[in-house]
């Protein structure tokens, strides 16, 4: 008899212990969080202007650059009365440090007279194509493009109007 409650007792606490290690578990446990940066924003500062200028019978280009400077092609003549020169001007607010891509036009924007049309092309921009913001939160971000003139362009002021051109910027 002693033998049999020793089995029995040899097979109950095999029973136990492999019942322990089967049901044997851990947890962990683990927190997520999420930060909402403050979105990018951009906002006109100064429309482009490309000033007074005239033209021959053959077609030119008056380039405006991002800091505000023209040159000329071709048959366009530049007054000495400049009349306004500007280029666009926008300052770009969000997140102090953060980098940010620009998205200028990449085809053409008419400007209209009445009937008669001129188109802008090959923008260009300070920053370039990527800008970084300061530590205060903000850029200011200059737009420069060629103007397109005709031969014998038509006097008159010419517009973007109802049409203006966008430019874009998102975070990288």
Same mark, same amino acid.
């Given at each position: 008899?002693?033998? %049999?409650y020793? +089995?029995?007792f040899i097979v109950t606490g095999f029973v136990i212990a492999g019942s322990r290690s089967a049901k044997a578990q851990a947890s962990a446990? #683990?927190? @997520? !969080? *999420?930060n909402i940066v403050t979105p990018i924003s951009i906002a006109k500062t100064a429309d482009m202007a490309f000033g007074n200028l005239s033209t021959s019978g053959t077609a030119g280009t008056v380039v405006l650059t991002p800091a505000g400077s023209r040159t000329k092609t071709g048959g366009v003549t530049l007054p000495a009365t400049t009349g306004t020169v500007a280029a666009a001007a926008f300052t770009v607010s969000g997140v102090a #440090?953060?980098?940010? *891509?620009i998205t200028l036009p @990449?085809? !053409? %924007?008419? +400007? @209209?007279?009445g009937a008669n049309t001129m188109t802008i092309s090959t923008f260009t921009s300070n920053p370039g194509t990527t800008g970084t913001l300061s530590a205060g939160g903000t850029q200011t971000l200059s737009v420069g493009a !060629? +103007?397109?003139v005709g031969a014998s362009q038509a006097a008159g002021t010419y517009t973007t109007g109802a049409s203006p051109f966008t430019v874009t910027v998102n975070y990288n």
């Open positions: 008899m002693k033998k %049999v020793l +089995l029995f446990t #683990a927190t @997520s !969080t *999420a #440090a953060y980098t940010y *891509a @990449s085809g !053409t %924007v008419t +400007l @209209s007279s !060629t +103007l397109n």
